[in-house]
């Protein structure tokens, strides 16, 4: 035994002398530089090349890193053979990625890459501001050389981008509204947030279906439309009026645009802005891909139509007041001090000036019962770029109706009650509100709620055909008492205030402040 312990110590002597020995024979520099020199050798003859993509880069985030993960995870037809799933915060959907050390194919324009997951321990924790994971992870690209140029100007820039809207599909929407009185939340901002969970969609919206198709079109366009617009030297917004009687979906139409392009919506009350300059503040800390919204516009605050303001008076210019600073005519909105306003110029400049390029991908939606109201400087093309009429309930849009609350279809209706309701439903001037209310009330007894309806819209009909026009007239009377309920709790210190300056527009401005 102790002959097998002095021989074990003897080959360890043997052993250390050797290493010493080639130490002083191939010092570590010479080794590393004969370890680099094999290695471009080896490169010159591959025709591959590889990058590396750490998750850390010093002590910050990659957020290619970052981009790359949750690219690969939207992958359909992944070929790796151990996936782990993920669920982010505030996110809807699972998602699945690579596991440690694993591999998987991709292509771009029919460019084939490998993408190997690497995941490695830590050796030694240096000293950090931040503490670092204990693992070192990262993704390694192989791709051959001579798609180099094409990986590294096109590829990875199309991986951002997809990364992108895949986490704008994955999180949570939100709904915005301007802060009372304009103050700041913890963070510094002035508005305030919901999670959005309308839904309601294309597919559920009681519209015309060729009008439905030309707006989600041209909603298309708009998303996809970044290069026309750089190209042309405008600002990547648009504008959308959305106009009609009470209860024909105009706001069921936003949360649509909202739930088809996956913005976020920002509700503006203009009550609650004081003057120009927190207006465009208000603009400033909107998101792109977004929506920004004003409901009621000529109810908010008194921007009429300046013709009917004045009377049989000359027509306001640039010169007045109104259309130059907050003061005189300018528009009076909410304030106990009454010194708190925002100008027609000023809104203009919010939709259509230079203040409205500061952010990208906007879409800015004002709706109104009442068009003839509004001063026709909001309605000019690059501040409302399309208008929209929201009417009453159609035949097409009946049968939405019918679909999305009795699960009938066209085909499940008898003809002949097709037939009375292909003659009355524009004659009874229902909206889908009221309509739907009926189908509402009765959705338990799907046969009951066919006939009531068909009997709602046939006494109507019959009501509006025998009194004429005194049925609008009372129309006409019902939309402004619901306008003026709208006004009072808007602003319930001054709602009488703002009544009676849309109610005596032919006075003067001072004696309106009086």
Not at 266 to 284: A, G
Not at 295 to 321: A, H, Q, W
Not at 388 to 414: H, Q, R
Request: net charge negative.
């Amino acid at each position: 035994m102790r002959e097998y312990w002095s021989s074990l110590a003897s080959l360890l002597g043997v052993l250390a002398f050797c290493q010493s020995l080639l130490q002083v024979i191939f010092p570590p520099e010479l080794r590393f530089a004969s370890l680099k020199f094999f290695n471009r050798i080896f490169n010159v003859f591959s025709s591959y090349c590889y990058f590396d993509i750490t998750e850390i880069d010093g002590v910050n985030t990659n957020e290619l890193y970052n981009a790359v993960q949750l690219y690969l995870s939207s992958s359909v037809s992944i070929s790796g053979s151990r996936l782990s799933l993920t669920r982010a915060l505030n996110s809807s959907a699972i998602t699945f990625g690579l596991s440690n050390n694993d591999c998987i194919y991709d292509s771009f324009n029919g460019v084939a890459v490998l993408w190997e997951h690497v995941v490695s321990p830590r050796q030694t924790q240096t000293f950090s501001w931040r503490p670092l994971p204990e693992e070192k992870r990262g993704f390694t690209l192989r791709i051959k050389k001579k798609d180099k140029s094409l990986i590294l100007d096109s590829y990875l820039g199309f991986i951002m981008e997809k990364a992108n809207d895949i986490r704008r599909k994955n999180q949570e929407r939100l709904l915005y509204t301007n802060s009372r009185g304009g103050s700041l939340d913890s963070r510094g901002h002035p508005w305030e947030s919901v999670p959005f969970k309308h839904p309601s969609t294309f597919d559920t919206l009681a519209i015309d279906p060729e009008k439905k198709k030309e707006i989600m079109e041209d909603l298309k366009d708009f998303a996809n439309g970044q290069s026309f617009y750089q190209k042309t030297g405008r600002a990547w917004k648009r504008g959308y009026l959305l106009y009609g009687p009470p209860g024909t979906g105009k706001s069921s139409m936003i949360a649509a645009m909202a739930n088809y392009l996956g913005y976020d919506i920002y509700d503006l009350e203009l009550t609650e802005v004081h003057n120009n300059s927190e207006l465009r503040k208000l603009l400033m800390k909107t998101s792109s891909k977004s929506i920004i919204v004003i409901e009621d516009i000529d109810c908010s605050i008194n921007l009429t139509n300046r013709k009917k303001r004045n009377g049989s008076g000359p027509r306001n210019n640039y010169y007045d007041p109104e259309m130059r600073c907050g003061s005189g005519s300018a528009a009076s909105v909410g304030g106990e001090d009454g010194n708190n306003s925002i100008t027609l110029s000023g809104l203009l400049n919010f939709t259509d000036g230079l203040w409205s390029c500061c952010g990208s991908e906007r879409i800015f939606v004002f709706t109104t019962n009442h068009i003839e109201k509004l001063d026709p400087a909001l309605l000019r093309s690059g501040r409302m770029d399309m208008h929209i009429y929201m009417s009453y309930c159609s035949f097409p849009a009946l049968l939405i109706l019918l679909k999305n609350y009795l699960e009938y279809e066209e085909a499940d209706l008898e003809d002949e009650i097709l037939k009375e309701f292909k003659e009355v439903i524009d004659k009874s001037e229902m909206t889908p509100a009221d309509i739907s209310e009926v189908l509402i009330k009765n959705k338990r007894d799907k046969d009951k709620a066919v006939r009531e309806l068909l009997g709602t819209l046939k006494l109507k009909a019959e009501r509006k055909l025998k009194n004429g026009g005194l049925m609008r007239e009372k129309n006409s009377d019902d939309m402004e008492e619901e306008e003026q309920e709208k006004r009072a709790l808007g602003s319930p210190k001054e709602g009488s205030d703002i009544e009676d300056s849309n109610c005596k527009e032919g006075e003067d401005d001072e004696e309106k402040i009086k």
